[in-house]
């Protein structure tokens, strides 16, 4: 008898508490009936998703050529049934010796190509781009554009460049007349973290 009383107290516990998981606005209903939210129409059901996707028409691919290189080198070429036009190269750009591992060297994938589509507005976007080991660099006339400098920055900005390069070339003409006198000045050599002369 007590293990009747326990059961029963466990299923009514049990289906309390599928009661308050139904979210806010939605009935509680049998299976097989459509879960519909009470007092608003804007949020999507799955069912309804579902269907929507059965309606898209799928987009066919016209062409696509991709030749593989052994070295890293590729080129592809690909085109779709909505104006979708997109052409890429890559190859491995080396730069030069790995500091972590010797004897190794580092490389970059570059990758450069276009891609053209036509925008929701009808106007053909263009891009043109190129993506290395300083980033994704793209180039459109739809892309925003940095404002020109205005003559009075420029102005400012050479007058620092022109102080730099006059620094330098005082440098570099010091440099000379302190090793003639001081001919035993060797300039020191920074080797694992210790000076040597």
Do not use: C
């Not at 309804?48 to 593989?68: G, N, V, W």
């Not at 993506?131 to 007058?159: N, R, Y």
């Amino acid at each position: 008898m007590k293990v009747l009383v326990i059961l029963a107290i466990s299923l009514m516990g049990v289906s309390v508490a599928q009661r308050r998981l139904v979210p806010q606005g939605f009935q509680q209903i049998d299976e097989g009936e459509d879960q519909k939210p009470q007092g608003t129409n804007d949020v999507p059901q799955q069912e309804d998703r579902s269907h929507h996707r059965e309606l898209t028409t799928p987009i066919p691919i016209l062409r696509f050529d991709k030749e593989q290189g052994n070295d890293g080198s590729y080129k592809a070429l690909w085109e779709t049934g909505n104006n979708i036009v997109a052409h890429e190269e890559g190859f491995l750009k080396t730069l030069g010796p790995d500091p972590d591992e010797e004897g190794s060297v580092l490389a970059a994938q570059v990758q450069q190509g276009s891609y053209s589509y036509t925008a929701p507005d009808g106007q053909l976007i263009k891009v043109d781009y190129i993506a290395d080991e300083k980033g994704f660099h793209p180039i459109g006339d739809h892309l925003p554009t940095p404002p020109p400098v205005s003559p009075e920055v420029q102005k400012g900005l050479d007058l620092i460049f022109a102080g730099i390069k006059a620094q330098q070339e005082a440098d570099e003409r010091e440099k000379p007349q302190e090793q003639q006198q001081n001919p035993n000045l060797i300039e020191p050599e920074y080797n694992n973290g210790q000076y040597r002369q």
